[in-house]
T-cell receptor, first 112, second 112 residues
């Protein structure tokens, strides 16, 4: 079936550096993408989303980039903080919504 | 109130038991979801309710039976589970089938 995957299972960065988490998706019909953050013992928490008619979207300290040509999206976190340590999932929704498929996840470690 | 609550937090059950997981939201969301998450894996969609009607069943075994008594409540009835069903069960809601999903903290289920 269709799936969303990630290039790296873990990422370790120094506090204050920028983080980049990558994601590849396989369903070219997907038109909505979301990044979620999951801390230990909690449910996933929405970070930022992007629709397929955009290639970049910025939030507070986060930016999502979408490259439909190579079916790739990335999450950039500026000035990474210890509180950013978590597992990050990209997810895709196909047209019509409702069905959300999560990628494998990347664990981000922030070193003080 | 932007919270999704789930009860119980933890549940241990035998293979012959019948139990139920409960989920509640008071955000007026019309879509509600059940996900299953195994350790170090992404959430996997099980069921989606839209306007209190089951709209997606991801070929989940019949030992899992969802119920949506009203627009704020979502139940998952469990019967004759297997040890491999042990996982974190997450409930989520969204305003429609699109957009941010709000997740509860999950119920950690152990089947003995």
């Amino acid at each position: 079936g269709e799936s969303v995957g990630l290039h790296l299972p873990t990422l370790s960065v120094q506090e204050g550096d920028n983080s980049i988490i990558n994601c590849a998706y396989s369903n070219s019909a997907s038109d909505y993408f979301i990044w979620y953050k999951q801390e230990s013992g909690k449910g996933p928490q929405f970070i930022i989303d992007i629709r397929s008619n955009m290639d970049k979207r910025q939030g507070q300290r986060v930016t999502v980039l979408l490259n439909k040509t190579v079916k790739h999206l990335s999450l950039q976190i500026a000035a990474t903080q210890p509180g950013d340590s978590a597992v990050y999932f990209c997810a895709e929704s196909s047209p019509g919504g409702f069905k959300t498929i999560f990628g494998a996840g990347t664990r981000l470690f922030v070193k003080a | 109130d932007t919270e999704v609550t789930q009860t119980p937090k933890h549940l241990v059950m035998g293979m012959t038991n019948k139990k139920s997981l409960k989920c509640e939201q008071h955000m007026g969301h019309r879509a509600m979801y059940w996900y299953k998450q195994k350790a170090k894996k992404p959430p996997e969609l099980m069921f989606v309710y839209s306007y209190e009607k089951l709209s997606i069943n991801e070929s989940v075994p019949s030992r899992f039976s969802p119920e949506c008594p009203n627009s704020s409540l979502l139940n998952l009835h469990l019967h004759a589970l297997q040890p491999e069903d042990s996982a974190l069960y997450l409930c989520a809601s969204s305003q429609t089938g699109w957009g941010e999903q709000f997740f509860g903290p999950g119920t950690r289920l152990t089947v003995l």
